[in-house]
């Protein structure tokens, strides 16, 4: 950037600028679905992310492609908003012992995930069409109605078991013994019983 001037002064600029955008998220989102296929615990959540997983690789080779189709080279621009979606995905995933209650969690983190690539890719196809690339907006359209297909497909997990499952867990009453365990515990650290 030079004095007195900005990185983007073009429509062009800006349409280049937020692909790179969507071109960092889809890869920090290819980091951080092998995690969240691991911590599902609901058979059908974990095909579904994995499956994901698949749908987003693909997803990154289209951008090359628009990459190369607007002669542009591919690459990505920190996106620090789906930084921000994932790091706070991961760090309440840490907080949830319970599988279950964690399986209501993942959903709900990656449906966040898909709703910020759907306004991406949703302004990315408008976008192209105004500049008269039909033959990008195609091709990014793809990858928009994949987000909303699997935002529609984790609703209906979440929607048909996995929230009214989540709901039903209580917290384990502690036993006789582990009470008396910790009766126990806390005396020896001078903790007064209540
Ligand atoms: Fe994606
Ligand atoms: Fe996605």
Not at 45 to 70: A, N, S
Not at 145 to 161: F, H, M, N, Q
């Amino acid at each position: 950037m030079g004095w007195f001037s900005s990185d983007i002064d073009t429509f062009d600029e800006l349409f280049v600028h937020t692909l790179q955008d969507i071109y960092y998220a889809e890869h920090q989102i290819e980091k951080s679905l092998p995690d969240m296929i691991e911590k599902a615990s609901d058979a059908e959540l974990k095909k579904g992310f994995r499956m994901h997983l698949k749908q987003t690789k693909g997803q990154i080779k289209r951008l090359d492609r628009v990459f190369k189709m607007i002669k542009s080279i591919p690459q990505g621009t920190k996106c620090p908003a789906i930084d921000g979606i994932l790091e706070e995905a991961s760090e309440i995933a840490g907080e949830i012992e319970d599988k279950v209650v964690l399986n209501a969690a993942l959903i709900a983190a990656a449906q966040a995930v898909e709703h910020y690539e759907i306004t991406r890719y949703g302004t990315l196809v408008a976008w192209a069409k105004v500049i008269k690339r039909n033959d990008v907006a195609k091709i990014l359209t793809l990858s928009l109605k994949e987000e909303k297909a699997t935002d529609k497909k984790l609703g209906g997990i979440a929607k048909r078991k996995i929230n009214a499952k989540a709901a039903a867990r209580k917290l384990k009453k502690p036993s006789r013994g582990e009470r008396a365990e910790n009766a126990m515990l806390a005396a020896a650290a001078g903790i007064p019983a209540i």
